[in-house]
């Protein structure tokens, strides 16, 4: 099975801060990829798919990059309410696996 | 509106059996893959098993041979037969709706299935 490796697995950043993560697949899945948020507490809401493609209602500060076996999330103006964890999953086929999670903390 | 509801969760034994349900709402639930996704305490998220329209049914290798997803598409209903729980099944479960080419849109509230 193919795996999901995101990094850091924690950040510490300021509001304002233009912040990145990376999840890695262990063999390519095109750009099959979603990203999700994760509040604690929350139920996790999607924020792209496709790799790239934002989810309707997301904040436009939110994009992602990537395909074949590296992908970014990047937040470019961090806000208070983007405090959370983040999860890449791959779709390309089963099983539908997630990264391990980073969790964007307050500096 | 668009809603999933998760229950049947509770306190079970370790290989004892629990049956999760989740109820759609506010969409054609026939149309729509559907996911059991579960998340431990302090864990991340971990994708269970799920079906699609057609009725085909996928597994994660940790619950293959345990667990039986299904769909009753007359009562807007996904379901989750556990067997032979064990104590790394604990978990909140949350079943999810996923569009074809896109992520998992809607989530339910989760269900807490704890094996002891």
């Known amino acids: 099975d193919i795996q999901m490796t995101q990094s850091p697995s924690t950040l510490s950043a300021s509001v304002g801060d233009r912040v990145t993560i990376t999840c890695r697949a262990s063999?390519?899945?095109?750009?099959?990829l979603a990203w999700y948020q994760q509040k604690p507490g929350k139920v996790p809401k999607v924020l792209i798919f496709?790799?790239?493609t934002l989810e309707s209602g997301v904040p436009s500060r939110f994009s992602g990059s990537g395909s074949g076996t590296e992908f970014t999330l990047t937040i470019s103006s961090l806000q208070p309410d983007d405090f959370a964890t983040y999860y890449c999953?791959?779709?390309?086929?089963?099983?539908?696996?997630f990264g391990g999670g980073t969790k964007v903390e307050i500096k | 509106e668009v809603q999933l509801v998760e229950y049947g969760g509770g306190l079970v034994q370790p290989g004892g059996s629990l049956r999760l349900s989740c109820a759609a709402s506010?969409?054609?639930?026939?149309?729509?893959?559907m996911h059991w996704v579960r998340q431990a305490t302090g864990e991340g998220l971990e994708w269970v098993s799920g079906?699609?329209?057609?009725?085909?049914?996928h597994y994660s290798d940790s619950v293959k041979g345990r667990f039986t997803i299904s769909r009753d598409n007359a009562k807007n209903s996904l379901y989750l037969q556990m067997n032979s729980l064990r104590v790394g099944d604990t978990a909140v479960y949350y079943c999810?709706?996923?569009?074809w080419g896109a992520g998992m849109d809607v989530w339910g509230q989760g269900t807490t299935v704890t094996v002891s």
């Open positions: 506010g969409f054609t639930f026939r149309s729509y893959d």
């Open positions: 999810a709706r996923k569009v």
């Open positions: 496709k790799a790239s």
């Open positions: 999953q791959k779709y390309d086929a089963y099983p539908l696996t």
């Open positions: 063999q390519s899945i095109s750009n099959w």
């Open positions: 079906i699609g329209t057609t009725g085909d049914t």
